[in-house]
């Protein structure tokens, strides 16, 4: 780990690993209310926190506001601690100060809290990174915002945001991106070595590539919804890299392939932060922890992934 971490930010690096809330109320790619109800999702959050999760990923589009109402009532009825991270969406109209600060006071009222404790871009959008993080600044001085974060930026975008906060004594505290085993795009556009150097915690989403890793699903059955668009052509092609992760997971007695896919994040040293419908896969993810995969079984999936990815 590197010596760049700020003691702001020091928290986030210490977290192995999350949970996605996307699943929490959103119709459109995650099905609520038809694979999974508000019963479900309950489960999942205090599953996750009895297995020792702390941090929890949201967004004010989720469900349209819907996961951090959820959220919510979740925290209220929880007296154990948990990290709260939401994003602020750049829509194209939102292109003034104001704009970030009425969504925040929207999902920190949502979600029933005073600050939240990483607030995130979720996409760069079209205002420049500059001002972005000149309004983030004004959240943190305020006291709305813990920590900031920026989602989807590349190397260069992201370092325009660090370099800003920078000057304001603020550190830029996480990017969250696409990474899984079948996306390694951070590894090879140097993302994930600048974000090493600066002390920048990187939060993996998608970990377990939309479901796609658990093995659960082939090119004959399908995910639900519009996953399912995508899928087959995926599902043929990483078949080889699907059996070797089931192998590896026997030879740790007997651990999943989300478990293999989510420890594989975890020693590349990203935070993972799966999204999980129910009790079930809740506990399941939460088996990702305790245990770590030898170097050289990381190096045979990075070979596997590597044959099959472009
Ligand atoms: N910043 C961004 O732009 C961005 C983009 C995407 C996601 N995210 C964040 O990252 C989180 C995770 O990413 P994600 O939700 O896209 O994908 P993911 O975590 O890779 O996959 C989640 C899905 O996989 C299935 N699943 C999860 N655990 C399982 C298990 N143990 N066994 C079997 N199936 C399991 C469930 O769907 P089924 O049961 O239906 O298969 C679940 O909805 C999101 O919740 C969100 O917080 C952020």
């Known amino acids: 780990m590197t010596d760049t971490i700020s003691n702001e ?6 977290i192995e690993m999350g949970l996605g809330a996307w699943q929490f109320g959103d119709r459109v790619l995650w099905s609520f209310g038809q694979t999974h109800n508000e019963a479900d999702i309950h489960a999942a959050f205090e599953t996750s926190l009895e297995a020792g999760i702390r941090f929890v990923d949201t967004a004010e589009v989720y469900g349209m506001g819907q996961s951090e109402r959820f959220l919510g009532a979740m925290l209220k009825a929880t007296d154990q601690p948990v990290l709260i991270a939401t994003k602020f969406f750049p829509y194209p109209w939102r292109v003034h100060r104001w704009f970030m600060k009425y969504a925040l006071r929207n999902s920190l009222e949502r979600l029933g809290l005073e600050r939240v404790d990483l607030y995130q871009i979720h996409w760069p959008g079209l ?4 001002r972005l993080m000149d309004w983030m600044a004004e959240l943190v001085k305020e006291g709305l915002v ?6 989807n930026f590349n190397p260069s975008q992201m370092v325009r945001a660090y370099t800003t906060l920078a000057r304001r004594g603020i550190p830029l505290a996480a990017n969250q991106v696409e990474y899984h085993l079948l996306d390694r795009t951070i590894e090879k556009n140097g993302l994930l070595a600048r974000c ?9 989403y998608s970990p377990i590539a939309k479901g796609l890793l658990t093995g659960k699903y082939t090119p004959e059955k399908l995910p639900p919804g519009p996953r399912a668009v995508t899928a087959a052509a995926t599902l043929t092609r990483i078949q080889p890299l699907l059996k070797l992760m089931t ?7 007997g651990k999943t392939n989300a478990q293999v896919a989510l ?10 932060i799966p999204g ?3 009790a079930e896969q809740a506990q399941q993810n ?5 245990w770590k995969l030898t170097p050289e079984q990381v190096a045979e999936l990075d070979k596997a992934s590597e044959e099959i990815v472009k």
């Open 276 to 278: 999980a419908k129910n």
């Open 247 to 253: 192998k590896i997971g026997q030879d740790h007695g």
């Open 286 to 290: 939460a088996g990702a922890l305790g």
């Open 196 to 204: 090493n150097e600066l002390g920048i915690r990187v939060i993996a």
């Open 263 to 272: 420890n594989w994040c975890i020693c590349k040293g990203t935070m993972p």
């Open 127 to 130: 205002v420049p990174p500059e």
């Open 9 to 14: 930010t020091r928290f986030l690096h210490a």
């Open 146 to 151: 813990r920590t900031v974060g920026v989602s």
